[in-house]
């Protein structure tokens, strides 16, 4: 897997955009970019994902840079339910790729959302 | 669909007893993950299947860990004997594929397991 790096935490307040970025700039051709997140003591969720397009859905929106070595996770209006660690994870998605299926986990950014 | 479960939620032992954590994945899906986190070493993943098959047992600490999926609604996680280093949570995910493409993998609650 291609190695991602975020920032240890950052800070957002309740209703504004938190906007967290993720560095990959070894990721390969068939590399998803995908996002997680961990709530205090709960298995982490899914939240979005993408190959090079702009992505986005009901919880979030992804950007993805045109030289694929960089990412943003948004999330539009946050609220306090956000506060948690969020992951981003280079995984390979096709049959026969080293990284298939599995997912490596960094050290993710805490995101915290005070009122 | 009910979610990935796991049982137990909880599991207390003592040293040198055999432990088994128990997964029954999202009905239809055909990677199922078995994952580790403490503090010092974050998530880690010890072992995933393919249709009930192990793929990659790389991350499986020693021989005192074992797992099986005996059929497809079912897998098994099991430490014999048990050591306070194996204290943890341990989650289970399952994932689907389509047209050789994998999907995002859904978590369970995970079973928080100490060892004294």
């Known amino acids: 897997d291609a190695k991602t790096t975020q920032p240890t935490s950052m800070d957002c307040a309740e209703g504004r955009a938190a906007n967290l970025p993720c560095n990959h700039s070894t990721i390969s051709g068939n590399e998803y970019v995908y996002w997680y997140r961990q709530i205090h003591s709960q298995g982490p969720q899914y939240i979005i994902h993408?190959?090079?397009n702009n992505e986005t859905n009901e919880m979030a929106s992804l950007i993805i840079t045109e030289d694929r070595k960089s990412s943003t996770l948004i999330l539009p209006h946050a609220t306090l339910r956000d506060t948690a660690v969020y992951y981003c994870?280079?995984?390979?998605?096709?049959?026969?790729?080293?990284?298939?299926?599995?997912?490596?986990f960094g050290q993710g950014t805490i995101l915290t959302v005070h009122p | 669909d009910a979610g990935v479960i796991q049982s137990p939620r909880h599991e207390v032992t003592e040293m040198g007893q055999e432990v088994t954590l128990r997964c029954k994945p999202i009905s239809g899906h055909d990677y199922l993950f078995w994952y580790r986190q403490t503090m010092m070493r974050g998530l880690e993943l010890l072992i995933y299947f393919n249709n009930n098959v192990p793929i990659d047992d790389s991350g499986m600490p020693e021989d005192r860990f074992s797992a099986k999926m005996p059929n497809a609604s079912f897998s098994t996680l099991k430490i014999q004997p048990s050591e306070p280093r194996d204290s943890a949570v341990y989650f289970c995910?399952?994932?689907?594929?389509?047209?050789?493409?994998?999907?995002?993998?859904?978590f369970g609650p995970g079973t928080r397991l100490t060892v004294t």
């Open positions: 995910a399952s994932s689907g594929t389509s047209g050789g493409r994998s999907y995002e993998q859904y």
């Open positions: 993408g190959l090079k």
């Open positions: 994870i280079a995984q390979g998605a096709y049959a026969g790729g080293t990284s298939y299926g599995k997912l490596t």
